[in-house]
């Protein structure tokens, strides 16, 4: 594994040194940090108030160095005469022209940087230093050609520029294969130096990482397990590319979609710099997806300091709400109690509220036009009418879409091109990498959702292959379990792992429709506080219908009701058309893959009828994955 590199934007062609500089440090060992951006802070800023270039080339952190900020220069000794003037200033002079300038002292901007830097991390015991770096000149040229170099050897002219802390060409070429070894061999050689704890290098890490790049929406037991991820480099290029037309992603679940079209909103602000940012909409299809939006964001952008200016850019927003808002606004109603009619159905409601959107919209086109770009998270279920609603409210046609083909889970359809929505399928490269799932949980899923011809017809339609990765070492196996009361049962494994080290809004129960009030009942009778969806506030068991789960997760999920859901040997079914009973069978099918990538740590799934095609397929599954882990195999 490589180190972690963090960067917004590619290094010029024309800076040949600090491209020789980033190759060198891309073989860093997993466990290094390499920043080409950072998060800043007043007091940095003031540090550095006055100077051309206020953060530096690199800084890189790990626990062996602590943080080293290398500022690096590309001289040209050949066509130019450089001539220390003092502490801070030298004079370049070009040769055949005569013609002179003034340049700052690189160890001078190095020694900025560093005392910038110990103000980013003050209070966390890590060791910080500078070095300056000539990746393109050897120590030899530079002694040849330099032309005060005699005064840079005087050991009392260490503060001009300390040679035995600067690094060459020679140093780089040689220590290619192990750069960490020249680092510290650099940073160790201080009379003060000493090592930092992981801890205190976590701890650094979340003061100098970005906003647009943290994972965010980690619980405690998460991030302790996984420390602290970032997004992927693929997704760095399709989060900081410039290129509009990279605007459509497609990935599996758990690989960072969402926190990649997030990051990607908060970059778009990022790059407006001090003039005003773009108005953005994030918006998808379900409040309980939107709940989750607004809890990555939050966490993303909580130590940042420019988290006011985000707040005012960025609106979150599910299209459900979205049609609310613009049905009280027209109809100029206090809330939907005064718009809702006594005995309504949800379904009705919702025909209802459409039906009037479309009329406001059609009168009014261009009243909500409130937007310049809008994100679109789970685009696989938005239908028609949702895009058209959205198209009212960007004042351009800029569009950024996140999905998983997998994981559709309503009938619905679209066709964005016909709708006038540009897209070009040269999406990224998809990660098949699902970083949320324990492994062999994430392969029961994926090896479920791949029974089906229809399902796997579709992956391969979409550019998916079979070549999936299962990163999250957590080796924890799903429980496939027979239960006569399956309520009674989920009451009573909860209650057991509240007495652990679990609380209430760790766990999450998954159940069809019809099910939902029995485990209530059970849960509440045991004293077990749950709330239908995400617990708003306090602590309390998540308990959902398979249709409600997109956007959550937890550490320990539970499944029950499998048998309730539409396959094609359902009696129910048994005059409908062929086609439709196969085409509800796959939705089915994604409901339960949907819910089967929401643990973190722990899957128990409850059965009754184990002859039912879906329970079938799961303990055929999960029975393999078992006998080959017991086996010493990997599954």
Known sequence: MRCQLIQTKKIDDSNRAERKMLGFLQNLPEGYFVYRELQVSAPYRRRVRGMEKQQPDFVVAAPQIGVLCIEVKDWNLTRNCYTWRDQHTIEVSDKSTGHAWEIDNPASQADSYLYALRELVDGLDVFVSSIVAFPRVSRADFGNRLHNIELLRN????????LQRTLFREDLDRDAAHPEALLQRVVQNHARFRPSSESTVSQVHERLLPSSFRIG??????????KLQTISEQQQRWIFGLDPRRNYLLDVPGSGKTNALISRAIHQVDMAGEAIPPTILITTYSANLETNIQRIFQHKIASS???QRYLDAIHIGCVPGLMEEMVTDTYGVDDLHTYRVDEESPAAFEARLREDVETILRSEPDRFRRFDEVFIDEIQDFDDFYLLVLDHLCRSKSYFFVGDIGQKIYDRSHNLERLGFATERIELPKTYQMFRTPRHMAKLATRFILKDALAAREFTEHGYGEDFRYPNQLRNIAEVLSAVHPEAEIASRVRALLDTTYSEEDIMVITSH????????ELRSGSIACVRGEPREGRAVSVVGFMEVKGLEKEVVLVSGIEGLDHRRKPEGMFQDEAQKRRREL???????????RPLEQLIVYYQDASNPFVADLLEINSEILERQQVGQDA
């Open 514 to 521: 019809d099910r939902l009030p029995r485990v209530e009942e």
């Open 305 to 307: 300091p420019h988290r």
């Open 155 to 162: 050991p009392q002219s260490r503060f001009l520029l300390n």
């Open 217 to 226: 929406d980690y619980t405690a037991r998460a991030r302790n397990l996984r």
């Open 587 to 597: 939705l089915a099918r994604r409901q339960i893959y949907v819910a089967l990538t």
